[in-house]
């Protein structure tokens, strides 16, 4: 089945830095991808998200990368700020798969100094 | 628009009970999934319903059950509560396809004692 980086690693930034997240996956057919947020005592917040015929996504401050040759995808926090502080997971899935599974890593969570 | 609801947002049960958690999609997404997020084993896809039919199971044991509603409401059972079933209990909702995120809602947290 897919695997998805099972780990949290910590990624400190300084405030107004820009952060970049990490996410591998090991699915070669998944096609859709999304980052999501997840804060203290809430639920994944949905950042953005890419399809497989993009290599890049831009949003409001945020960009996504990916790399479907080396099954790799990353988000980049421009400017950081504390209210970024939280846990990010990547979620690849195949669109014309069955139902609505997503497969979550483990994410990683970023901590914003001062 | 308001977002998923979950209800209730803590419960505290005891081993061998049953327990029966409610969402509310957004309006108008009429797929639900839920998931369960253990800080061990990370989120895992537990089901997922469509115009009340459950279209997906993942990996858990029968213990685990859902239904959903006309309305798109649904709600998950855990009957013969075990303490590791504690964990935090979410919801998403979903508009159109398989290519448009899961909204998620904030969850119920379950402490098996």
């Known amino acids: 089945g897919e695997s998805v980086g099972l780990h949290l690693p910590t990624l400190s930034v300084q405030e107004g830095d820009n952060s970049i997240i990490n996410c591998a996956y090991s699915?070669?057919?998944?096609?859709?991808f999304i980052w999501y947020k997840q804060e203290s005592g809430k639920g994944p917040q949905f950042i953005i998200d890419?399809?497989?015929?993009?290599d890049k996504r831009q949003g409001q401050r945020v960009t996504v990368l990916l790399n479907k040759t080396v099954k790799h995808l990353s988000l980049q926090i421009a400017a950081t700020q504390p209210g970024d502080s939280a846990v990010y997971f990547c979620a690849p899935s195949m669109i014309k798969a069955a139902g609505n599974k997503l497969t979550f890593g483990g994410g990683t969570r970023v901590l914003v100094k001062p | 628009k308001a977002g998923v609801t979950q209800t209730p947002r803590y419960l505290i049960k005891t081993r061998g009970q049953q327990v029966t958690l409610s969402c509310s999609p957004i309006?108008?997404?009429?797929?639900v999934s839920w998931y369960q997020q253990t800080p061990g084993q990370g989120l895992q896809f537990l089901f997922e319903y469509f115009s009340e039919t459950q279209r997906n199971k993942g990996n858990f044991p029968g213990r685990f059950s859902g239904r959903q509603f006309s309305n798109s409401r649904s709600e998950m059972n855990v009957s013969t509560l075990e303490l590791g079933d504690s964990a935090l209990y979410l919801c998403?909702?979903?508009?159109?396809?398989?290519?448009?995120?899961?909204?998620f809602g904030n969850g119920t947290r379950l402490t098996v004692t």
């Open positions: 699915n070669s057919a998944s096609d859709y």
């Open positions: 890419i399809r497989s015929n993009m």
């Open positions: 998403a909702s979903r508009a159109g396809g398989k290519d448009s995120p899961l909204h």
């Open positions: 309006s108008g997404h009429r797929s």
